[in-house]
């Protein structure tokens, strides 16, 4: 186990640093002069100058990328260039909306979609199963955004059920908060609920037509016992596996969803950044949500060990 | 012989003219046409055949496991206690398998849950059917694994499946099986997928608790081997139909149908010490999608004439408690 | 799809002009003259989401055509050779574990958004699905009898890669260039939509839906008219691609 682990946190920092030198030379590349940058139109070249000094832009690539590596570990992620803060203090002001939104959405796809999944492939063929082929069919299709404007048009503009857009922090109230994110999370949800419902049914198909579940079946077992206790336990490694690989795409989904619903969250800061010209802040959040999928991704593979006990590392 | 004068309340299941039917993507398949027979109170029957003849489907039918897109039974009834399972809801159902009829299957690594302890999944069966609480099943899954003779009893009750040798978790599935105490116990070639020695413990160990709980016991199986060892009754099976029906003496001292003949002969027999060459039968099982005209086994018969290709045999008795298929059972015995 | 195709291909014989600004048609609901009414800027939004179609299908099919081509060559070489499978797969494992959406904005940002550069910005992190998804097929391939005993009957590495393990690729490559179209289509109108993609003055349905967002509650076709067709395009790509499934694995068919 303990063996495992640290080959697992090998293989992680190997992927980590293809991302570090990925996005450490994307940066280098782009076009402008971040000292320019700082000093702002019209400065004098000697200002840029002691800028590009004192940033160490004239040290060799290599030197660079080890001093801005050393920089990350130690918690530093650099300054932004258009607000003139730190990045890292920039990013956790964002934070809250944006895990409220990434939770929530992963709260109701999970129960939702399991449960959708498993009724779809109890009964092949069934209503469920083909409700469920075309509800996924929309939900594969139809963009986040698109579905939010949906959203907001008829149960916010036309019926004042829901607000339209904006977000009520945690500690304003739980009340305002949810109602607040009930739009945004259905909006990102539904492609997620769609595709952890395919990945249910299909893991669930597999394991229905295996000995054992005759073998629950010849016991006595209910349909309830052998499609929760006795296939669902054997169906979840790969479904919890796709859960672990699919957190990028649900961050890509929450960055569109946070500018439909005017979510102050880390999209928004991403994509005000763009147009800032604000390097600093795109890189720090490549990095931290890379980081983060890689640590999801190996926190799955780890409870693995809980659902089946066949795998021991 | 007594077969023949027992007391109709002695008789515990009773198949009368069960259909079952595959349902392929553009055939149909007769995979059990029109079987009867009687399981009695505490006996044991053999149910013997090649690959595919419908020995299993007959299992499955009896307790409705078959697979639901693609099979059916389309007639017949399976008479359990004189109550037709057939007819029962998907609740009473329930109720009947694993408590009055347990089953055992053929393959002991893939047919227990491998994310349950074995504990879990023996005390499960007895928590279905009884109000037990979990201790009580669980001390009950524990006297079950020492029933069937696993060291360590206590140990074992809490290891998974891929923790035990194939022996022991088909001593594992028998302890499930039985943990209700059922009247009739349903061995689908439960040795077939175990090394030879392990098999002779395990059928031991079958008839062993078959005389100390009572329980009748169908046993399928290809092997007319184990049939000898284990079994009073047999019935003999080819392309979906039953071709004989007999005592064990009965069959063996003199088979009224060829194709019993012809599995004999093929059997290694120690007494007469080496054999050049098993006789096989020739031929292969006849596509069971078209339906076939005359005797199924026709084809492959050394005492084939000219009404074995034309009329289908019926089962009839060839002396008492010894029923046939064939046109010319008489003279097959005489053979 | 066909229907599609021919619909986005022929807009300049049936619909109107999509950038004529007209100051005093602004906001109109649907009229015989602009079925889907107008927009802000008085532009016919029944026009513009036609001539959208051409810019997603576009942008769609070559991104999937780089990411395609790109995962091939990656895929077919890292599946072959032991030294080189183990860099190029964790630089791929790397880019998988950056949300799409966010790598591309990442390198659009570096040169202003552009068609050219939104394709390569689309196609990049598209491409380590098709990559590995090669590589598992060749690696697959590679030990089959028939191609060690090509390597053994002395043909050179080269032409065993291009006549025997290529064409074995092809449906499972297929398919996945299906899946990775519609996605790129989604990915170019999520873009346009953040205002990052096509550029603001080409009418694609990203942009509409971006310049459209204030005017929601007053005329919302002009957000509903290019958001369904993305829909309806997406879904018939994702489509296209079951349909090449059912082709060539029958098996996935009857599980299904």
């Known amino acids: 186990m303990a063996a495992y682990i640290l080959r697992r946190f090998v293989s992680t920092i190997a992927v980590m640093a293809m991302v570090g030198i990925f996005i450490f030379l994307l940066l280098r590349l782009a076009p402008g002069d971040p000292a320019a940058m700082i000093a702002g139109r019209n400065a004098a070249p000697q200002l840029i100058a002691s800028i590009r000094e004192q940033l160490g832009l004239n040290d060799p690539i290599p030197v660079q990328f080890m001093r801005w590596v050393r920089d990350i570990l130690g918690g530093d992620f650099g300054t932004s260039i258009f607000a003139g803060r730190p990045v890292l203090e920039l990013i956790s002001q964002r934070l809250e909306p944006t895990l409220s939104l990434a939770i929530l959405t992963m709260i109701l796809s999970v129960t939702v979609g399991v449960s959708f999944g498993i009724l779809a492939a ?20 139809v963009p986040v955004f698109v579905i939010g404007y949906f959203l907001i048009y008829f149960f916010a503009i036309r019926t004042h059920w829901l607000p339209v857009q904006g977000y009520v922090p945690f500690n304003q109230g739980l009340g305002p908060w949810f109602v607040h994110l009930i739009l945004p999370t259905v909006a990102l949800g539904l492609g997620y609920i769609a595709f952890v419902a395919r990945v249910t049914r299909a893991s669930m198909l597999e394991v229905l037509s295996e000995d054992y579940m005759r073998t629950a079946a010849a016991k006595g077992a209910s349909s309830y016992a052998m499609l929760f206790q006795h296939a669902l336990k054997n169906a979840g490694v790969p479904i919890l596996t796709v859960i672990g690989i699919s957190f990028a795409y649900l961050i890509g989904g929450v960055v569109l969803t946070e500018t439909v619903f005017n979510l102050p969250g880390i999209g928004r800061l991403v994509v005000n950044a763009i147009n800032n010209r604000d390097y600093p802040i795109i890189q720090s959040v490549l990095i931290l949500t890379s980081g983060l999928y890689v640590l999801i991704n190996l926190a799955v593979d780890l409870a693995y060990t809980l659902i089946d006990p066949r795998i021991r590392y | 012989m007594q077969m023949h004068q027992t007391a109709r309340n002695d008789v515990l299941l009773e198949l ?6 595959f349902y392929g993507e553009e055939s149909v398949t007769r995979a059990l046409d029109g079987i009867s027979f009687q399981v009695m109170k505490g006996e044991t029957l053999g149910v013997v055949g090649e690959s595919g003849c419908g020995k299993s489907v007959t299992a499955l039918s009896i307790l409705r496991l078959l697979p639901k897109v693609s099979a059916r039974i389309v007639g017949g009834e399976v008479r359990f206690h004189g109550c037709n399972l057939l007819e029962l809801s998907d609740r009473e159902m329930r109720k009947i398998r694993g408590d009055q009829i347990a089953m055992i299957f053929q393959e002991p690594m893939t047919s227990l849950n491998p994310v349950y302890t074995i504990g879990h999944q023996i005390a499960e069966a007895v928590q279905i059917h009884t109000k037990a609480s979990r201790s009580v099943a669980k001390a009950k899954a524990e006297e079950m694994l020492r029933l069937v003779r696993i060291a360590d009893p206590e140990r074992r009750v809490s290891n998974y499946p891929h923790e035990m040798s194939g022996g022991m978790r088909q001593r594992a599935m028998i302890a499930m099986a039985l943990a209700c105490s059922p009247e009739l116990l349903i061995a689908d070639e439960p040795t077939t997928a175990l090394d030879v020695t392990i098999q002779a413990q395990i059928l031991r160990l079958i008839v062993d608790l078959k005389e100390r709980t009572g329980t009748a016991v169908m046993f399928i199986t290809h092997d007319l081997g184990v049939v000898a060892e284990t079994c009073q009754r047999v019935i003999v099976m080819y ?5 004989e029906q007999a005592t064990i003496n009965d069959l063996f001292a003199s088979p009224a149908h060829p194709y019993t003949q012809g599995l004999m002969r093929s059997m290694p027999d120690p007494r007469r010490g080496r054999q050049r060459r098993l006789p096989e039968i020739p031929g292969i099982v006849p596509s069971l999608r078209d339906p076939i005209v005359g005797c199924s086994f026709a084809p ?29 059972a008489e003279e097959v015995m005489g053979a | 799809m066909g229907l599609l195709i021919i619909l986005a291909l022929a807009a300049p014989l049936y619909a109107g002009d999509p950038v004529n600004i007209d100051p005093f048609k602004r906001l109109q609901p649907s009229s015989a003259e602009m079925w889907f009414g107008s927009d802000n800027l008085g532009r016919d939004v029944f026009a513009r989401t036609i001539f959208g179609a051409r810019i997603s299908l576009v942008v769609g099919m070559l991104s999937a055509a780089s990411a395609a081509l790109a995962g091939l060559l990656i895929g077919v070489i890292a599946g072959y050779s032991r030294s080189f499978d183990n860099v ?3 630089v791929m494992d790397g880019l998988m574990s950056i949300p799409t959406i966010l790598l591309a904005i990442a390198l659009i940002s570096l040169t202003g958004p552009g068609i050219g550069i939104l394709i390569v910005a689309i196609a990049i992190p598209e491409t380590p699905a098709v990559a590995r998804l090669v590589r598992s097929v060749v690696l697959g391939v590679r030990e089959r009898p028939y191609v060690e005993a090509a390597l ?16 074995s690729t092809i449906p499972a490559l297929m398919v996945q260039g299906a899946t990775v179209c519609a996605s790129a289509i989604l990915t170019e109108a999520g873009l346009s939509f953040l205002g990052v993609g096509v550029p603001p003055e080409i009418p694609s349905w990203g942009n509409m839906i971006a310049s459209s967002r204030l005017y929601l509650a007053i005329a919302p076709m002009t957000i509903f008219a290019p958001g369904i067709c993305l829909a309806i395009t997406v879904l018939a790509v994702n489509l296209l691609g079951d349909g090449l499934r059912d082709v060539f694995d029958p098996r996935a068919k009857r599980r299904r």
Not at chain 3, 152 to 167: D, M, Q, Y
Request: proline content about 5%; some cysteine.
């Open chain 3, 152 to 167: 053994c009957g002395g043909a050179s590495l080269p032409k065993v890669l291009w006549r025997h393990i290529l064409p």
């Open chain 2, 16 to 21: 009368r003219d069960l259909e079952t039917r």
């Open chain 1, 122 to 141: 109890w009964r092949t063929g069934g209503l469920v199963d083909r409700l469920l082929a075309a509800f996924s069919a929309v939900g594969y299709s």
């Open chain 3, 88 to 90: 190029v797969m964790r």
């Open chain 2, 300 to 328: 492959r018969c050394p005492f084939a004439i000219d009404i074995c290709r034309e009329k289908t045999p019926v089962l009839r008795d060839v002396r008492a408690g010894h029923t046939a298929a064939c046109w010319r």
């Open chain 2, 239 to 243: 392309a979906g139909r039953i071709v």
